[in-house]
Structures are given as C-alpha cells and as structure tokens.
T-cell receptor, first 117, second 108 residues
Framework: GAVVSQHPSRVICKSGTSVKIECRSLDFQATTMFWYRQFPKQSLMLMAT?????????EQGVEKDKFLINHASLTLSTLTVTSAHPEDSSFYICSASLDRVRGNEQFFGPGTRLTVL | QKEVEQNSGPLSVPEGAIASLNCTYS??????FFWYRQYSGKSPELIMS????GDKEDGRFTAQLNKASQYVSLLIRDSQPSDSATYLCAVYGQNFVFGPGTRLSVLP
C-alpha cells in the first residue's frame, strides 16, 4: 500500500517551454502533497505544500508564478514549470502524506528528471 | 527555524558490521520521526517510523528515540553493500522537516 506515481519520469524540453508533472496517490487518499527539488549531490529542497482544493503554500524563494501547483483531487497534484530555463533542470519529486493517529508519513513518487536545453 | 541535523558522512563500515546513523532536532514539540533511504538517482523510500521513546525494531533496522535529548538514531545490523545509500532523517512537528542526509558506504 501507499504507492505514489509520477509522470513523466524523464523529460527533455527546450528553453521557454512549459512542462507539467503529475503526481498520483494510487491506493490512498492523500490529505497533503509535497513537491521537492533535488540538485545533484544535494539534499531535498521543499518547494511547496498543497492541500486538495486550496492554494499551495510555497517555501521562501520559490516563485509561485513559475512553479504552478494544482491539487485537483485527493489523489492528484500537478506541478507546471512555466517558461523553463536550463537552471530549472533538476530532479523533481512529489510525495503524498498519509494521515496517521500520531504522525504523517510521507510516501515519495519515483521522481521526474527535467532537462532544459 | 526548526532544524534537523545529521552528519553528512560519508560513513564507511565493513560488510557485516553495525552502522549507526544519528540525527538531532530542534523542535521540542515534534511528534513523529522517520528514516528514509535514498539511493543515488532515486527518490527517498520510507524504512522506519517511530513515535515514542525507546527502540523500535524491524528486521535488521532499529530506530531509537530520545525526546528528552531530542535525538533519534538508526542502527543497521549486519550491514550489506546494498545498504549503501543516503539516509535521511525526517521530523514532523508543526511541519515536516528533513535533515541533509548521511551517506553510508558498506565496504565488501
């Protein structure tokens, strides 16, 4: 149980185009979904937290107009990187939170590797 | 700023030995504690969660929590080369905060 999928797994695009990444919780309803970015040999960086039906909460320094997050249902969140540039090339990982009585375990999707040419 | 700290490593242990990974956190109100394993180029995978003081064992893994000292650890017994990865400590209080990770290398 607690499987999270992400699509696509890898994308290469030209500078200036927009890329949409989907994150789905397959066998549970996720109250909260998170989006992370990870550069090579660096730690996870939380970009934003989203709850179904409400606006995402972005971390300091993350441009909300550039990284559009839509959390349409309890099983689907999307991240759109608008007007992507080479510096946006990174490993984007989503996670979904499964409420427990005393904690909120996060389960991660497999990640999307974005390369902007 | 709520923080979670880990030694970055690399921590090198011989195959069959016990690997000990440590984590400290600053938010005394934290309620839930997690260990994730991340292989290079892959996303993190949850391996242990612990909520109360003491030890929790799952196979070769033992998580230890001491809330008074704000300390959580992960022990890996009979370490295998396949355990070589980065281990992330995560703490949930008001927010979910990840540590920077400790890179473990198990030498054959």
């Amino acid at each position: 149980g607690a499987v999270v999928s992400q699509h696509p797994s890898r994308v290469i695009c030209k500078s200036g185009t927009s890329v949409k990444i989907e994150c789905r919780s397959l066998d549970f309803q996720a109250t909260t979904m998170f989006w992370y970015r990870q550069f090579p040999k660096q730690s996870l960086m939380l970009m934003a937290t989203s709850n179904e039906g409400s606006k995402a909460t972005y971390e300091q320094g993350v441009e909300k107009d550039k990284f559009l997050i839509n959390h349409a249902s309890l099983t689907l969140s999307t991240l759109t990187v608008t007007s992507a540039h080479p510096e946006d090339s990174s490993f984007y990982i989503c996670s979904a939170s499964l409420d427990r009585v005393r904690g909120n375990e996060q389960f991660f999707g497999p990640g999307t590797r974005l390369t902007v040419l | 700023q709520k923080e979670v700290e880990q030694n970055s490593g690399p921590l090198s242990v011989p195959e069959g030995a016990i690997a000990s990974l440590n984590c400290t956190y600053s938010d005394r109100g934290s309620q839930s504690f997690f260990w994730y394993r991340q292989y290079s180029g892959k996303s993190p995978e949850l391996i242990m969660s612990i909520y109360s003081n003491g030890d929790k064992e799952d196979g070769r893994f033992t998580a230890q929590l001491n809330k008074a000292s704000q300390y959580v650890s992960l022990l890996i017994r009979d370490s295998q080369p396949s355990d070589s990865a980065t281990y992330l400590c995560a703490v949930y209080g008001q927010n979910f905060v990840f540590g920077p990770g400790t890179r473990l290398s198990v030498l054959p």
